[in-house]
């Protein structure tokens, strides 16, 4: 079974991919991580993607489809995948449709976490770092006893840019899946959401029993 994992930063996507593959006996592919693997192994293609990734410049959707392809042909992959972090844009959607077809494993489900602004901001932009020791807070998880200060060593906490409310809300509106691609896949049919602002047990739940209920349709199709 071959699955879309969607949703905004912060709602543990990356987290859940991993816990489905396992359960599943699928592969995990986060295109992220694969990029970094295949430049590392300085593939033909990941050379291709380095270049890109160098100038600063986004990889093109052929390539990285071309480089999805190669990484569903490893072993783990052969019962399945969970896609995770790709598609981003309905251009991209159609693209991994068409070749998901021509191998003839189209996607049973694109499952979207879901989470408010509000809460998402709250998760992301909370975090506060300890320079002198690395320790790390968050206003909401784990609060330091004062606030501003570091509970093991005293010193004044400091706050990365990324972890900031108004860059966070900011990155929230570049990485929120577009309507438009969620449409494509209500239209066929597969758009499952599940409310992505519970706990990390809940959300698992969740989200095998919509894959078993997609996978009970797709046998009927078929
Ligand atoms: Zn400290």
Same mark, same amino acid.
């Given at each position: 079974m071959h699955l879309i994992l969607l949703g905004p930063p912060g709602t543990g996507k990356g987290t859940q991919a991993k816990v489905i593959a396992e359960r599943l006996g699928i592969a995990h592919i986060a295109t992220g991580d694969l990029f970094r693997e295949a430049v590392k192994h300085g593939t033909e293609l990941g050379k291709q993607v380095g270049a890109y990734m160098e100038r600063g410049d986004l990889v093109p959707d052929e390539l990285t489809i071309a480089t999805l392809l190669e990484r569903m042909q490893r072993p783990d992959a052969a019962g399945g995948a969970i896609f995770d972090g790709?598609?981003?844009?309905f251009q991209q959607a159609q693209a991994l449709d068409e070749a998901l077809a021509v191998r003839n494993t189209p996607a049973g489900a694109a499952l979207l976490i879901t989470a408010s602004d509000d809460e998402i901001v709250r998760r992301l932009s909370g975090r506060w770092l300890c320079p002198a020791c690395g320790a790390i807070f968050h206003e909401a998880s784990q609060p330091p006893?004062?606030? *501003?200060?570091?509970?093991?060593? *005293?010193s004044e906490l400091t706050q990365r840019e990324d972890d900031k409310p108004d860059v966070v809300r900011n990155r929230l509106e570049r990485q929120r899946p577009p309507d438009e691609m969620l449409e494509h896949y209500r239209q066929q049919g597969k758009l499952v959401e599940i409310d992505g602002a519970r706990d990390v047990d809940a959300v698992t739940r969740d989200l095998l029993a919509a894959i078993e209920t997609a996978a009970a349709d797709t046998d009927k199709r078929t």
């Open positions: 790709f598609p981003r844009t006893k004062k606030q *501003g200060e570091c509970d093991n060593c *005293g």
